[in-house]
């Protein structure tokens, strides 16, 4: 199912099959929830990810042999779907003073503005990881005719709150960063702060829901 590898002096990789699917996301899911409820002395993070799981432990305490053979001995239970589904409405302003991509996009998918709102917004997208930047989510089961490629040359600076799309997978900017994802449109909700570290968590399912430019703005007043 795994294999595990050293990542450097103070962790090791689960390394699952390489793909990104929901048979392979529950693998990481079970393994993740499962280990850290063990508590494992000197075990500090686990970073999943969309085939992989990041063990981070301080070296002093526990070593990369003795933890890989803990690993190994655990009876994981794997699902065989998701049977919890916490599902988290976002809504987001499609509007092109938002979605500087969303022109470009039409162009290339051969879609009107409307057809892809209403593609984009069909059904609920799985969270399969958090990352690249804090509260960052990684969206999957964009439909086939949104698949776009990243941009050649990303952008310096992406608005927080941006919503784009890139390769098979779709997703929101939550702080601004620099991005070369193709942008569509914009959610006035604040995504993370230092008290709310992320709206989502690995596992869950984002909604999204289209709102006015006018609903965008006095939301965002709030």
């Known amino acids: 199912m795994f294999n595990i590898v050293p990542y450097g002096e103070e ?20 393994y993740y929830l499962h280990l850290k409820k063990l508590h494992i002395h000197g075990v500090v993070d686990f970073i999943p990810a969309y085939h992989s799981l990041t063990i981070c432990f301080c070296p002093e305490i526990v070593n990369y042999k003795a933890l890989k053979n803990i690993i190994q001995k655990e009876k994981v239970i794997i699902p065989k779907k998701n049977t919890e589904k916490n599902i988290v409405e976002i809504p987001v302003c499609y509007d092109v003073e938002f979605g500087i991509d969303l022109e470009m996009v039409a162009a290339k998918t051969k879609l009107s503005h409307q057809q892809i709102i209403d593609t984009h917004t069909a059904q609920p997208y ?38 784009g ?3 098979q997978q779709t997703g929101i900017y939550p702080l601004e960063t620099p991005g070369g994802w193709q942008i569509i449109g914009r959610t006035p909700l604040q995504l993370f702060t230092k008290e709310q570290p992320s709206l989502v968590s690995m ?3 984002v909604q999204f829901t289209p709102i006015s430019k006018n609903t965008f703005y006095t939301l965002k007043s709030r």
Not at 128 to 155: I, Q, S, W
């Open 203 to 205: 596992g869950d399912y």
């Open 126 to 163: 799985l969270v399969y990881m958090l990352g690249f930047a804090p509260g960052f989510m990684y969206l999957g089961g964009l439909h086939k005719k949104l698949h776009m490629p990243r941009k050649e040359t990303p952008r310096l600076k992406v608005s927080a709150g941006s919503v």
């Open 11 to 30: 962790a090791l990789l689960l390394n699952f099959k390489a793909e990104i699917s929901l048979e392979v996301h529950l693998q990481v899911k079970a």
């Open 165 to 167: 799309l890139a390769d």
